[in-house]
Structure formats: C-alpha cells, structure tokens
C-alpha cells in the first residue's frame, strides 16, 4: 500500500473518503511532512507531493477525473487471476506429458465506480416458414415481455428474418411499446432460413449506437438450418467480435445446426443453449439478459502463446458458462461479470525436459478487459516446478480433477459422434455404453439413461436420433459447471 | 506412457482418464459420488433374503457379502479395505479374499478383480473395480473402473458375473 504515485496513497486515505476526510487527512499529513518538522531527507519533495494530492482531491471536478483515470490494477487491483494445476509439479521424464491448469479472472470490486453498463441489443428472430405457429407467437410473446422489463437507458432493436431481414424496431432506446407491440404483431412466417440476412441487418442496428459505455449484444432465435451462408456467418461474427458485440443464440427444436451456431457465438464467446419446451424461450432471453445486466467489462479477451515445447491440446471455459473453445491463442470471452469469475481449463502437452532445467514455463498469456473508456492488460504465466519421476504426488485438487472428469464424459460423446460419422456405429454404441456407466456412477441418473437409450438407438439405426445427439452433447457441456442451476 | 487397464488405449503421462473408454486411471477421492445410491429395482435382481441369513452371523459385522448362488455368507476380513479375486498358483499379489472356493473362475473373477473399503468414520462403504477383465456392476449398472462406487444395503455387487448381495446389519430390520 505504498504506491507514492497515487494521490490517495500520499494522503493515506481509502478511495472513498469523504471530502471532511480528505481534508482532515490533509491537515494530519502537511504537519507531519512540513520541512520545519520532518528533518529527514526528501521531505520537501514528500511535502510538495501531499500538496499535489490535496490540490487534485480536494476539487470534485479533479478529483472524479483523476478517479475515472486511476490504474485500478497495482496496488488497488480490481481484477484478480487465480491459477491451479492438475499435479504439483512437471515430472522429469523422458516423454511427453500432460498437465492442466485452470485459470481464473474475477472483478473484485474494489473500484469506487460500479455503476451498471447499459445494454445495446439486438434481438433477431428466425421467421422461417419452420416457425409458423405455436413457435413464432411464443416468441412473439417472449420478446414483447423481455423488452418492456428492459432500462430506460438500454439501447433496444428487433431484427426478423427468413430468407430476407426486416428491421422491426430500428436501434433506439424508451421504443414506444405501442410501435414495438404492432410490429411485432405483423410477423408472421413465410420463406427459408437465411441467417446472414439477419445478422447482418442486427451488425448495422448494433453498430449506429455502440459505445464503449454499453454492453453490445446479439440475441438470435432460430430453429432451422441456415444454407449456403455459413462462412459470412462466422466472418460476420469475429468483425462483431473485434467491435465488442457478443452473440448468444438459441435453438428451438431439432433440426437447427448446432456444430454451426456454436460455432458463430463462440467466435464472440457467446453461449448457445438448446431448448426443447416452447415455455423456455422467454427464460432463456430473461437469462440472457439478466446475465448481460451483470457486466463489469463489456469484453473480455485472452490471449495464451504455449511455451517452445509445449502444445495447447484443448481449453474449455467452464464458468460462467460452460463452453468449448476453439484451439487458438487468442479469442473472445464475451463480458466479464461483476464478481463472478470466467474459469478456463487448459490442457497443455509437454515435450521432455532438458536435464538441466527445475522449473518450467508452460505458457504465457494476458487478459485483455474493455471497461468503459480504458483496456487492461492483465497478464500471467503459467509455470510449474520439476521432479524426480520418483517422486509421489498428492491426489489433484478437487475442482480440477471434477472439471477434468466431465470433460472427459464431452469428450466421450464427442468421439462417438466421430465414430457414427467415420462409419463405426459399433464404437460409437460401446462408448456411450462406457459413458451411461461412467455418468451413472457419479450420480447423472437421467444423463446416464439418454445415453443408454442411444446407444440402443444407435445399434438400430447406425447413427444418432437427432434429439439425443444434442440433448448429450448439451447435457455434458452442462455437467461441467460447478453448480447446476 | 500410461496403459488404460480396461481398454488398452494408451496415454500421456498425467492424465486422469482414459479417453477411448472414459476409466479413471489415477485413484482419487472424487465427493460427488458418496451420496448416489444406484437403482436398487434394476433389472429385476432384487429379492429379500434378510430371513435366509442365520441371526448369529449377523452379529458384530458391519458389512457382509452374501453369495446367492449358494446361499451362503462370504468370509470376510475384519480391515477397512481388502481387496476380492482368485488366488493363482505362482501370483505375486494375492487377494485377501479368494472366491476360488465358490468356481469364481468360471463366472469370469479375475485374480485382483476389486477392492472393497470400509471408510470408518463415514461409515460408507465403496467398491472399485481394479481394470478387471470382465468388469463389474451394482444392481445390474456397469461401474466405471478404478473409481470409488458407493455400496448401500440391499444392493446386488457382481463381479464378472459372480453376484453377492451386500448386506448391512444395522440398516436390517
């Protein structure tokens, strides 16, 4: 807490003292510091500093620029990065080996300003002739309700789209209800499922007011296969991504693409969730929203490069919501929560040690925060000491041995859809069988039973029924957050 | 490399699970397990033999196997962890309870087929499958290897296809 560059320090006061207390603090510190008091060396300089400090904090207009200016991080740091590792230390041995780490940032709040960042959202629906009915007045409905319960300040546009968009509410913030109601009510569903048409038009909405003070975003709705426009899709996604806008997608029913909308939204580190039950659609927006009401950064990127030696075989983001992510060093975490942390396992291979060496880098990397009008750079490494192979370790820490082992269990059915698509449905059904063994074990009675029943259906049909792929898939990347909610 | 007992399947050295066929290839305390206790109706294995067990061999016992086939009781050790097979002329590991007596090799036991511990001061009772060749159920449910499986009263433990009934005094009426 000796940082003598900040002017709170200098006084010796906290950031949120009062101007009596800055005042008093002022006083205390000029008669201790005064150089017909203080003989000591420097105490002019200690003295002149004080007064730079007092002359600043003393003046509220001063005061909350230096405030807004302030490095949060130092001394005072307002984002906090926790790591664990699979094992203790690297073994010295003459292979490969794994080891894993699970990193964590949060938003510890210990910054005087935590006033909530506004959103700038887009909703994009799919009216696809797929919808008619029951689906497109669900979330007719869901979408009236979540945009009346939205601030005052939030910046609001409704995007609908089939195989051409139309812009039904264009992006403003207090939209008259009357108009958003009409024109929400004049959908109805005709035509294909062309998603880039949609997105797009949400991109241009999005981008007329977007400021480093919101929390820019992109809700899609769809239920269908988008055709031929994937890759504008993605390549539509990451530009959205470097501007700051997330995209979180929902999929009703069964035939939607998941490979593809997983896809499109982890580029932003956006979620997609798959609902079954027209009833869910208006939880998920409510979610959706709720969470994004919860920003402490509007974006957050992480950058990991493996030291020479070491490969990055796989990361996988488990809070706040569980989610692959796309071997690469660099990508999108979306926002960051207000005290609630974004946790990472990494999987790390590394190439044998030279003898000499007794302490290993495994990887370095930076979180890079938005907030507001300023970027952090946060920086870590990763690094683990050498071993004997003799040596015994203690059994791995409980949370990352649980993240390992459902990781495991996604990646089970991940290879048993590899095997159903290289043509061996006879793997792929002794695997799930392995992984109903595996999630009943640990407790997962209803997961355990959707994978037995497909690995039944698999012996049938040599290949997955549609609902049981996803409802596995989505059920294991579930099972990875600490607490299900 | 480390060999998956189950599978075969190679892997690197510091991995937790095999990733052909799921097992656990470390022991771990793992605490999400202690609280599941496997459907006892599976597959029709229950039946009620609490009346066909004399009342003197329940006595001072926290935990008995009760073989089914031969309605008799399996002699156990009296230590919180001991391991199940057949003793083999020659092996260098023997089992602390050998089922050679019952034709274990004929209902597929291997030599060190699964471990039993009584951990005291839960009071809970875990099998783990140690890769055997034929592996292991609870009522009837396939359990992964090398991981702690929880044992309650009433439930029905098979090894290859070797099945006792697991049986805990206290929780008899």
């Known amino acids: 807490m000796t940082n003598k560059t900040d002017f709170y320090n200098r006084l010796n006061i906290n950031t949120g003292a009062s101007e009596q207390a800055i005042k008093k603090a002022y006083r205390l510190a000029v008669k201790k510091s005064h150089p017909d008091v203080n003989k000591n060396d420097g105490a002019t300089q200690l003295f002149l500093d004080i007064q730079e400090a007092y002359k600043i904090l003393s003046d509220p207009s001063k005061k909350g620029a230096y405030d807004e200016g302030r490095e949060p991080l130092g001394t005072q740091s307002a984002v906090h990065i926790a790591t664990e590792y699979s094992k203790d230390a690297l073994t010295k041995l003459d292979e490969p080996q794994i080891i894993y780490a699970l990193v964590d940032i949060v938003s510890t709040q210990t910054e005087k300003d935590t006033t909530d960042l506004p959103l700038n959202i887009s909703f994009v629906l799919d009216n696809s002739t797929s919808m008619d009915g029951a689906r497109l007045e669900v979330l007719k409905g869901a979408t009236k309700e979540i945009i009346q319960e939205l601030n005052d300040d939030d910046i609001i546009s409704v995007i609908s789209f089939n195989d051409r968009a139309k812009v039904l509410l264009s992006s403003q913030s207090q939209p008259p209800m009357a108009h958003v109601e009409s024109n929400i009510n004049s959908l109805f569903a005709e035509g294909g499922t062309e998603i880039y048409q949609g997105l797009e038009a949400a991109f241009e909405e999005i981008k007329k007011n977007s400021a480093f003070n919101y929390v820019n975003h992109i809700i899609l709705i769809t239920d269908g296969h988008t055709y031929g426009d994937e890759e504008n899709c993605i390549t539509l996604a990451r530009s959205a991504a470097k501007l700051d806008i997330g995209i979180s997608g929902l999929g009703i029913g069964i035939e939607w693409n998941d490979e593809f909308i997983d896809e499109l939204c982890a580029n932003t580190g956006g979620q997609c969730m798959f609902i079954q039950e027209l009833d869910q659609v208006k939880n998920f927006l409510k979610q959706s929203i709720t969470s994004l009401q919860e920003a402490y950064s509007r974006h957050i990127l992480l950058e990991i490069i493996p030291a020479p030696g070491v490969k990055m075989l796989s990361a996988f983001r488990i809070l706040p919501e569980a989610l692959p992510l796309p071997t690469q060093e660099e990508f999108s975490l979306g926002i960051l929560k207000k005290d609630k942390p974004h946790r990472i396992l990494f999987e790390f291979l590394v190439n044998p040690i030279p003898e000499e060496i007794d302490q290993v880098v495994i990887a370095s990397g930076a979180f890079f925060l938005k907030r507001k009008s300023r970027d952090f750079t946060i920086p870590f490494t990763l690094n683990r000491p050498i071993i004997a192979e003799s040596e015994e370790f203690p059994p791995p820490p409980e949370e990352i041995f649980r993240a390992i082992s459902h990781l495991t269990f996604y990646r089970l059915q991940e290879k048993a859809q590899k095997d159903v698509a290289s043509g061996n449905p006879g793997t792929a059904f002794q695997r799930l069988i392995n992984l109903s063994s595996h999630l009943m074990a640990k407790g997962e009675e209803s997961l355990a039973k959707i994978a037995m029943n497909e690995a039944d259906y698999i012996k049938s049909h040599n290949n997955f029924s549609p609902t049981g792929k996803k409802q596995l898939k989505y059920g294991t990347i579930r099972l990875m957050l600490p607490e299900k909610t | ?173």
């Open chain 2, 1 to 173: 490399m480390i060999t998956c007992r189950v599978c075969n399947n190679q892997e690197y050295h510091g991995v937790f699970f095999c990733g052909e066929c799921g097992s656990q290839l470390v022991l771990a305390d793992d605490k999400n397990v202690n609280t599941f206790i496997y459907p006892s109706q599976a597959r029709g294995l229950e039946l009620d033999i609490s009346n066909t067990i004399p009342k003197k061999l329940l006595e001072n016992k926290t935990f008995i196997l009760y073989y089914l086939e031969q309605k008799e009781v399996i002699n156990i050790p009296d230590q919180n962890e001991f391991t199940i097979g057949r003793i083999v002329d020659g092996q260098v590991i023997t089992p602390d309870v050998d089922l050679n007596p019952y034709k274990a090799f004929d209902k597929g036991v291997s030599r060190l087929h699964a471990t039993i511990r009584i951990s005291s001061e839960k009071n809970k009772i875990h099998v783990i499958d140690l890769g055997s060749a034929n592996g292991s159920s609870v009522n009837g449910y396939d359990i992964p290897a090398n991981s702690e499986v929880p044992l309650n009263h009433g439930d029905v433990l098979t090894l290859g296809k070797f099945s006792m009934k697991v049986i805990l005094p206290k929780e008899m009426k």
